[in-house]
């Protein structure tokens, strides 16, 4: 069951220019900020930036309940896997697909 797109990766080239950006922007401080991900969350809605996230884009990313079953749904609809399921930290489950029009779509299991 998925609970609707919730978190929304940017990637982004120069971290600390980005994350001055969107705290500006959001008119709040990250409540994640590591070297390798800043994320802000506004009225539920988790926003992040990956300085390595260039090789997907933008990627929004589905709260689902079963990542590895939502996958399986979308590959076998069409899509194909550009990022198979990764734990992120904290028992965190990503993962990505392209579907047939190229779109890429995050699933992330909570």
Request: aromatic share 6%; hydrophobic share 35%; net charge negative.
């Amino acid at each position: 069951m998925s609970q609707g797109v919730k978190t929304i990766i940017y990637p982004v080239r120069d971290l600390a220019a980005a994350k001055a950006r969107f705290g500006e922007l959001l008119g709040a401080e990250p409540t994640s900020d590591s070297p390798y991900y800043v994320g802000f969350t506004i009225d539920g809605q988790d926003i992040g930036l990956d300085p390595q996230g260039h090789q997907h884009g933008t990627t929004p990313y589905f709260h689902v309940d079963d990542v590895h079953g939502a996958l399986k749904q979308l590959v076998d609809a069409g899509a194909e896997v550009v990022q198979d399921v990764k734990d992120v930290g904290g028992g965190r489950l990503i993962a990505a697909v392209k579907d047939p029009d190229g779109n890429v779509v995050g699933l992330l299991q909570p």
